[in-house]
């Protein structure tokens, strides 16, 4: 496909389940980016990936976040032991590494803990 | 930190009228800035971009300008449509890549 896809787009999970969402970036994107999109708020970010490089994590809200990109291309977000405040939707970006930089965002998976 | 604010919403206006959106920033260096665009049911999109001061980003009839003396970066547009409404984001990106998003804003244009 074109764009940036995600799976799966919906997922509801009972609280202390682990749940894996995954990303695939459009085809030949070295950056990829996975945000956090709580209700009735703006993304916010959480891990970025250079090629198979998680270059920074530092807005990993918990040690149960953990996030994985081992062939640089396709990413899985992981999620131990989910809780009440881990519902919002997650997205996934790419970029290139041409002039620009745009981030081009996938449709995201929305995550409901139960 | 990187940060952004928005004007607090929602806001709703007749077809035709004219749209102002504020956006301030907050950021060391030099960061390039971004207007996105969410329609319902859909995707973020980006719809205009500026990456220095002084610029003026435009798509669609959208038009808004890098104000480094004010740090802001308020999106226009001089006649909306019904086909407009969509939730606003602004958002910068600094040194390190990431994007730093506001709030958002959600407008509705009304026939």
């Known amino acids: 496909g074109a764009g940036v896809s995600q799976s799966p787009r919906y997922k509801v999970a009972k609280r202390g389940q682990d749940v894996a969402l995954r990303c695939d970036p459009i085809s030949g994107h070295v950056s990829l980016f996975w945000y956090q999109q709580a209700l009735g708020q703006g993304p916010e970010f959480l891990t970025y990936f250079q090629n198979e490089a998680q270059l920074d994590k530092s807005g990993l809200p918990s040690d149960r976040f953990f996030a994985e990109r081992p062939e640089g291309s396709v990413s899985t977000l992981k999620i131990q032991r989910t809780q009440q405040e881990d519902s919002a939707v997650y997205l996934c970006a790419s970029s290139s590494t041409r002039v620009g930089r745009e981030q081009y965002f996938g449709p995201g998976t929305r995550l409901t803990v139960t | 930190g990187d940060s952004v604010t928005q004007m607090e919403g929602p806001v709703t206006l007749s077809e035709e009228a004219f749209l102002t959106i504020n956006c301030t920033y907050t950021a060391t260096g030099y960061p390039s800035l971004f207007w996105y665009v969410q329609y319902p049911g859909e995707g973020l999109q980006l719809l205009l971009k500026?990456?220095?001061?002084?610029d003026k980003g435009s798509n669609k009839g959208f038009e808004a300008t890098y104000r480094k003396e004010t740090t802001s970066f308020h999106l226009e547009k001089g006649s909306v449509q019904v086909s407009d409404s969509a939730v606003y984001f602004c958002a910068l990106r600094g040194a390190n890549s990431k994007l730093t998003f506001g709030k958002g804003i959600t407008l509705s244009v009304r026939p």
């Open positions: 500026a990456t220095k001061a002084d």
